[in-house]
């Protein structure tokens, strides 16, 4: 898809009749989302609870650290005993796990797939490519601290993180979601004015609306 | 069979201890899956945590009326399969509402859900939800062949839709079971069994690994909390069914259990020992063994 393809336009159906298409209305909610404020006191321990102790990945294999996710799942490690669980779709993961470089290109993808879950939700990085641009922190076409356009939960340092790093990562994450600081998607909201202009400022062909539900 | 308004009470209790039984049954099958597997495994109290936390996302995104009516759809076919049919024989509590009810409303419900998902799945608009959905309802509609041939085989033999009628001429000896009256029909049933189960082979629906993952692709939150709980109810009800029909029902919630969970062990085994059909050849199994031993039941009673 490129810019062109997102401008209103008039076009012909193929039974002939002519109508008008605003492909950022009509395929895209152009809403401004907003905060979601967490339940009552006692409610909102309970389901941090449940929220820490049931993990949904999205697992976005941008980098080498993504190899480390299979260990992960298989016997040696076996992160479900911990109820961690992997996802196919952004609509049901609560953790976005970023794992290593992230190129400029995958970087639009990534903030599609993190916009697409719901809320609360987390997002974790792994290696130090996510913290600091790693081995590639001068390369032209990968960007360096992954914080400047998502909310990152928790960093998980290494070239390349072994399985057990991890999953001290998620223990981490764990911790974070029971003590209610797991307020990751709230952040990026109230604050999405920032984010969008770190994100607009290195994805140049920006080609979707501000905010993808 | 006169109503009375406490039967509603009755039949949410029995509903409940059923959402509990068909989620402890989950979180164990898929202990045992992973010790089959060489790992330790989710914990089994697992599939509560995860509804608990999809009841408790906060965001949701709607697609549609159809979109909400989808997981609604397919919570009301499991919990009407379960309400139409005596749960314990001879019991007042947990008769639910079988007198109001037959097996060709019964058949009926197993397909009500899976229709109603489809609509809600499609007005998500996702294309996996639309692979998934086609492949869901080719092979659902396959795989009920040999069990609505087997239902009509012991309708037959029978004289009776009822299905309290049907437990009922069961009682007594383990070999008035219809298992021993008309193997033929429940070795039909038992492969159809198979297919609305959701597991290998015939789990290609859903099949996580090629099309993120089927019909519910789009649902999340709230609405995945209403599938998750219906994933708890439907396989009871339906293993329930299969217990009143062809093994003798129960008379008692701990013989229900036994057999219910023996019952459920039979598609958990086929599914780890064998690998994925696609859906082509799963159409053409169901309609070649299966629904030609379900013709020969109905002519040899
Ligand atoms: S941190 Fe190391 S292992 Fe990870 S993506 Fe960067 S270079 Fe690869």
């Known amino acids: 898809m490129s810019n062109d393809d997102l401008k209103k336009r008039r076009v012909k159906g193929p039974d002939g009749i002519e109508f008008e298409v605003n492909p950022m209305e009509d395929y895209f909610c152009t809403e401004r989302p907003h905060p979601e404020s967490p339940a009552n006191r006692i409610l909102e321990k309970f389901f941090n609870w449940a929220r820490s102790e049931s993990v949904w990945i999205l697992g976005y294999g941008t980098g080498c650290g993504a190899i480390e996710m299979r260990p992960l799942m298989t016997p040696r490690f076996d992160a479900y005993r911990f109820g961690i669980q992997w996802r196919p779709t952004p609509r049901q993961s609560n953790l976005l796990m970023v794992s290593g ?3 400029v290109k995958t970087l639009k ?3 599609r797939s993190y916009e697409q879950m719901q809320n609360p939700k987390f997002v974790m990085a792994l290696g130090s490519c996510t913290i600091n641009g790693g081995m590639y922190w001068d390369s032209y076409n990968t960007i ?3 914080d400047h356009y998502l909310p990152v939960d928790v960093y998980v340092a290494g070239c390349m993180p072994r399985p057990e790093s991890i999953l001290a990562g998620l223990e981490e994450l764990k911790k974070r979601i029971r003590a209610g600081k797991g307020e990751g998607a709230n952040t990026y909201i109230e604050n999405l004015d920032w984010y969008k202009a770190n994100q607009k400022k290195i994805i140049k062909d920006w080609d979707m609306p501000d905010y993808n539900w | 069979m006169t109503f009375h308004w406490m039967q509603i ?3 949410l209790v029995s509903l409940f201890i059923v959402l509990n039984v068909g989620l402890v049954i989950q979180g164990i099958v898929r202990k045992i899956g992973a010790r089959l597997g060489r790992r ?7 599939p509560y945590l995860d509804l608990f936390k999809n009841y408790a996302m906060r965001s949701t995104v709607s697609h549609g009326i159809m979109f909400y009516l989808g997981p609604v759809f397919r919570l009301s076919g499991g919990i009407g399969l379960f309400l139409f049919m005596p749960v314990i024989y001879g019991s007042a509590w947990f008769q639910n509402f079988s007198g109001s009810g037959d097996l060709i ?4 419900f197993i397909f009500f859900g899976t229709l109603g998902m489809a609509l809600g799945a499609g007005e998500g608009g996702h294309p996996y939800s639309a692979i998934g959905i086609t492949r869901g309802l080719s092979q659902m509609t396959a795989a009920e062949v040999p069990l609505i041939l087997a239902i009509i085989a012991i309708a037959v033999q029978y004289q009776t839709l009822s299905v309290t009628d049907i ?4 009682q007594g000896s383990i070999l008035n079971w219809t298992l021993f009256t008309n193997p033929l029909a429940t070795v039909a049933a038992m492969l159809g069994f198979l297919g609305s189960m959701m597991r290998s082979p015939f789990d290609v629906v859903l099949a996580p690994q090629e099309i993120p993952i089927g019909p519910p692709t789009e649902f999340h939150s709230n609405f995945l909390a209403v599938l998750q709980t219906n994933r708890a109810i439907f396989p009871m009800a339906k293993t329930i069914l299969y217990v009143n029909l062809f093994f003798g029902g129960a008379t008692n919630w701990p013989v229900l259990i036994v057999k219910v969970f023996l019952l459920y062990m039979w598609p958990v085994f086929i599914g780890v020992a064998f690998p994925r059909f696609r859906v082509d050849q799963s159409i053409r199994w169901f309609l070649r063994i299966p629904a030609l031993i379900g013709i020969l039941a109905i002519l040899f009673i």
């Open chain 2, 9 to 11: 009470v009755y039949a």
């Open chain 1, 109 to 111: 993808r990534v903030i």
């Open chain 2, 105 to 108: 409303l019964l058949a009926y």
């Open chain 1, 101 to 103: 470089y992230l190129s």
């Open chain 2, 167 to 170: 437990v009922a001429a069961q």
């Open chain 2, 40 to 46: 330790y495994g989710i914990r089994w109290y697992q």
């Open chain 1, 144 to 146: 360096n601290r992954l």
